[in-house]
T-cell receptor
Framework: AQSVSQHNHHVILSEAASLELGCNYS??????LFWYVQYPGQHLQLLLK??????LVKGIKGFEAEFIKSKFSFNLRKPSVQWSDTAEYFC?????????????FGTGTLLAVQP | EAGVTQFPSHSVIEKGQTVTLRCDPI?????LYWYRRVMGKEIKFLLH????????ESGMPNNRFLAERTGGTYSTLKVQPAELEDSGVYFC?????????????FGPGTRLLVL
């Protein structure tokens, strides 16, 4: 079965620092990949998604992610973080099985941005 | 457009009691999913409805959990009787039925604490 690894469990950055959060999934083939974010007290929100095409995907709030098939990776990046980016970030892969599309999540990365 | 809503936002119950969680999907979304996150671990799939039919309930932990979606609109997830290990955050998600390019939209979650 598919699995997702997020290497950083807690990340602390200062404002304006660059961010890269790692995400690897376990096996190849056709994959749909997602990054979700949960801001404090809010719902799980879609940041960006990859279905096909250009492996560099741009999302909301200045985030982007790069799909590297050979490395089974989908790392999230932002050139300059803000205090408001403090949140928990989840990488997910969609697994197709029969009539169900399950999202397989990583354990999440807690990002704290210090002003 | 209203997003996915869940009720209650928090629930604290004693072991052995019954709790019912509710999810209202985005209007027009046929797919409805339940996921659970236990104590800082990854978010895990519980089950999937298409309209009122259960498509996949392979993630349901045991028969103390019962999900329904009468009329294909809102869904309930009942835990009876609740055990300590049922504590966690229960997420609901919904999507339109477009298999290879499906995006699931999540609600805010219900935080369940079983004492």
């Amino acid at each position: 079965a598919q699995s997702v690894s997020q290497h950083n469990h807690h990340v602390i950055l200062s404002e304006a620092a660059s961010l890269e959060l790692g995400c690897n999934y376990s096996y190849g083939g056709t994959v749909n990949l997602f990054w979700y974010v949960q801001y404090p007290g809010q719902h799980l929100q879609l940041l960006l998604k990859y279905f096909s095409g250009d492996p560099l995907v741009k999302g909301i709030k200045g985030f982007e992610a790069e799909f590297i098939k050979s490395k089974f990776s989908f790392n999230l990046r932002k050139p300059s973080v803000q205090w408001s980016d403090t949140a928990e970030y989840f990488c997910a892969v969609m697994e197709y099985g029969g009539a169900t599309n399950k999202l397989i999540f990583g354990t999440g990365t807690l990002l704290a941005v210090q002003p | 457009e209203a997003g996915v809503t869940q009720f209650p936002s928090h629930s604290v119950i004693e072991k052995g009691q019954t709790v019912t969680l509710r999810c209202d999907p985005i209007s027009g979304h046929d797919n409805l999913y339940w996921y659970r996150r236990v104590m800082g671990k990854e978010i895990k799939f519980l089950l999937h409805f298409v309209k009122e039919s259960k498509q996949d309930e392979s993630g349901m932990p045991n028969n103390r959990f019962l999900a329904e979606r009468t009329g294909g609109t809102y869904s309930t997830l009942k835990v009876q009787p609740a055990e300590l290990e049922d504590s966690g955050v229960y997420f609901c998600a919904s999507s339109q039925g477009y298999r290879e390019r499906e995006t699931q939209y999540f609600g805010p979650g219900t935080r369940l604490l079983v004492l």
